[in-house]
């Protein structure tokens, strides 16, 4: 069994910058792929972005693919979301999610994921 937490939120102004951390504990060699979902609200969970195991593969959503940096520490267990230039349409709780599929999976989709943290509240400001 995996379990995942988030870390990271909170109250930023718009513009500004916010690192997100996902640490893993428990059966950590099974998870390969693993992504960061959030949910506005009044709105359905949207993917954000995901990472391969080695961290070689990167897919990132439009909306923020010119702001946002994905990046994990196998060693550490940890994955981290570096988020630029927030707007205020980024407010959402985010998640942390991991699969243990081996092989291609639909990164976009959170049903290709296993495991899932209670998430962070991120704040944007005006």
């Known amino acids: 069994q995996v379990q995942l937490v988030e870390s990271g939120g909170g109250l930023v102004q718009a513009g500004g910058s916010l690192r997100l951390s996902c640490a893993a504990s428990g059966r950590t060699f099974s998870i390969n792929t693993m992504g960061w979902f959030r949910r506005a609200p009044g709105k359905e969970r949207e993917f954000v972005a995901s990472?391969?195991?080695?961290?070689?593969?990167?897919v990132l959503a439009d909306s923020v693919k010119e702001r946002f940096a994905i990046s994990r520490d196998n060693a550490r267990n940890t994955m981290y979301l570096e988020m630029n230039n927030l707007k205020l349409e980024d407010t959402a709780v985010y998640h942390c999610?991991?699969?243990?599929?081996?092989?291609?999976?639909?990164?976009?989709?959170?049903?290709?994921?296993?495991?899932w943290g209670q998430g962070t509240q991120v704040t944007v400001s005006s």
């Open positions: 999610a991991a699969s243990r599929s081996v092989g291609w999976i639909v990164e976009r989709e959170s049903s290709s994921y296993h495991y």
């Open positions: 990472i391969n195991r080695s961290g070689g593969t990167t």
